[in-house]
């Protein structure tokens, strides 16, 4: 098992419930941020939708600018 594989690893991407689970807003705002392009970039794998840690990161600091 290599380092990446423990438990306690963050994941490189995040679903869609998770990052929105992080954000001081309603499940419907996250939504209608996502439509309005307001939210970092993502990747969507059939009906998931993930986001980059790294994406996340970079956003949130800019947007607390």
Known sequence: MT???TPDA???FLRAKDF???LPVSE????RMLKAGQLPPHKK???VILFSRADIEAWSG???A
């Open 45 to 47: 794998l059939g009906r």
């Open 20 to 22: 929105q689970a992080m």
């Open 3 to 5: 380092a990446d594989a």
């Open 28 to 31: 419907r705002t996250f939504w």
């Open 10 to 12: 963050p994941k490189a």
């Open 62 to 64: 800019r947007s607390a």
